[in-house]
């Protein structure tokens, strides 16, 4: 496997912040729908909200995880026989609480899919264990070789929200393969030094949706801890330029399915990255971050990008 570019000393000095991510959870405003789909409804939940996305075979149930853990999203593929789930949360409560949803659809889940080694992405896959989970090779490896310290460096500030173990996806995609499952039209892309080093982005063809995950996020503080600013824009321009879909579903924030997030986190990386090369240290560039964009949620995903981005802080 190749090394990571993320050193774990770096991960290490991040023991420290777990704390800025605590804050009240919070029930995000309404959504305003954009593009082809023939209706959306959104309901707020005990923890995160449900946003479900209506298409003529299909339904998209979009989650969104509390403040707390970054307004992260997880997408239910609801097929006429059964779910995919892309995404698996920060936490095992929130993970429970899809499951929990996921259920009471009343249609078997066929998989997970996991679109990279965040852990706010696949924390909560543990509460899906029993499930066939899939993801690139490369985030495979990935979650392989840092997951366990993924889940101690996380224990101090999230505790029960982490879980046991680690879960480790247990069957590949490769790049550029599609499938047809039960009528729905499935296309993996993989996408290199972007929000992380190895991104899958998942195109529904009939639906003409784009599940871009963390390469987009909605009113959220984009996480540029891996410092690819030109790789990262340079996904975000071909995607601004690609017109087979109507609607993109972002990795945080609110799923509205805006193309407008695409241009929002375009201004957002050259803010960041022009600013990151002006100032000397994390608080500088938070403190012009916040000025910039005060009403942004995921504020706590600033102070663990500058723990990558300022390592000797
Ligand atoms: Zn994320």
């Known amino acids: 496997m190749k090394d990571l570019n993320i050193s774990r000393r770096n ?12 804050g009240a ?23 995160g909200s449900m946003t479900v996305t209506e298409f003529k075979n299909t339904k998209i149930h979009s989650y969104v995880s509390p403040n707390l853990t970054g307004c992260v999203t997880t ?20 993970g429970q609480e899809i499951r929990d949803y996921a259920e009471k659809i009343g249609k078997p889940i066929d998989r ?34 840092l997951g366990d310290f993924f889940i101690e460096i996380s ?26 499952i039960d009528g729905v039209t499935l296309e993996y892309r993989h996408v290199t030094d972007a929000e992380s080093d190895n991104m899958l982005t998942i ?26 600013f030109q790789g990262w824009q340079a996904s975000l321009k071909a995607m601004r330029d690609d017109t087979s879909f109507d609607l993109v579903l972002p990795g945080h924030g609110e799923n509205t399915g805006s193309r407008q997030a695409i241009d929002d986190a375009l201004i957002y990386l050259e803010f ?18 916040m ?10 995903l600033v102070d663990i990008q500058n723990l990558f981005l300022f390592p000797e802080k």
């Open 291 to 300: 000025e910039r964009y005060p009403s942004y949620l995921a504020a706590g």
């Open 272 to 289: 960041v990255e022009n600013t990151f090369n002006k100032v000397k240290t994390g608080d500088e560039l938070k403190a012009a971050i």
């Open 112 to 145: 997970m899919i996991v679109s990279h080694l965040h852990p706010d992405h696949w924390f909560g896959a543990y509460q899906f264990r029993d499930v066939p989970i899939y993801s690139l090779e490369s985030t495979q490896g990935e979650i392989d070789q």
């Open 203 to 228: 195109f529904l063809k009939d639906e003409k949706v784009l599940i871009a995950q963390d390469l987009l996020y909605n009113n959220c503080h984009l996480f540029c801890g891996h410092g690819n």
């Open 155 to 180: 224990k101090p500030s999230l505790g029960k929200h982490v879980p046991v173990e680690k879960v480790v996806p247990d069957t590949l995609i490769a790049d550029g393969s599609s499938e047809t």
């Open 25 to 47: 959870p919070a029930i995000l405003s309404a959504a305003t729908l954009t593009g082809g789909a023939v209706g959306q409804i959104k309901t707020p939940m005990t923890n």
């Open 11 to 22: 991960f290490i000095s991040g023991t420290a912040a777990g704390s800025v991510l605590l």
């Open 75 to 94: 997408h239910i593929i609801e097929t006429p026989e059964r779910l995919i789930i892309v995404d698996g949360q920060r936490s095992v409560i929130f």
